[in-house]
């Protein structure tokens, strides 16, 4: 998929915005609100360090729903685990937050999930 101009304003304009995922035991989709960044030219999504189920569906079923305003893009979740990607990208994002949160606790404990726009992302 192409990112057309209008689904890269609106993600532009949106830092929370809702997926939808598929339950990675139930197969049933799970629709949820996360927080997407900007960071390294691509989009990202993320949240504070602990677990997070939507994570875990995004592991199992990579393929899932980016829900922005009345855009909705079937999009792929490219999850990061390599730990020199993991501290660029959140260098990036976790300086720019005015909440608490260190960088380390960031990187060792936040999921990471790139944005793929059928491998054509957004500069």
């Not at 339950?23 to 960044?37: C, F, N």
């Not at 490219?78 to 990187?107: C, H, K, N, Q, Y």
Request: glycine fraction near 10%.
């Amino acid at each position: 998929m192409t990112v057309t101009d209008e689904a890269r304003r609106a993600l532009d304009r949106q830092r929370t915005v809702e997926i939808t995922t598929i339950g990675r035991r139930s197969g049933q989709p799970r629709r949820i609100e996360t927080w997407r960044y900007r960071a390294a030219g691509r989009y990202w999504l993320t949240g504070s360090p602990g677990s997070r189920d939507w994570y875990a569906n995004v592991v199992a079923h990579p393929a899932f729903t980016l829900h922005l305003h009345d855009l909705d893009l079937e999009v792929r979740g490219r999850p990061v685990t390599d730990p020199e990607e993991r501290a660029r990208i959140f260098g990036e994002i976790v300086p720019a937050l005015d909440w608490g949160g260190s960088l380390e606790s960031w990187i060792a404990g936040s999921p990471l999930v790139e944005i793929e726009f059928g491998g054509h992302g957004p500069s």
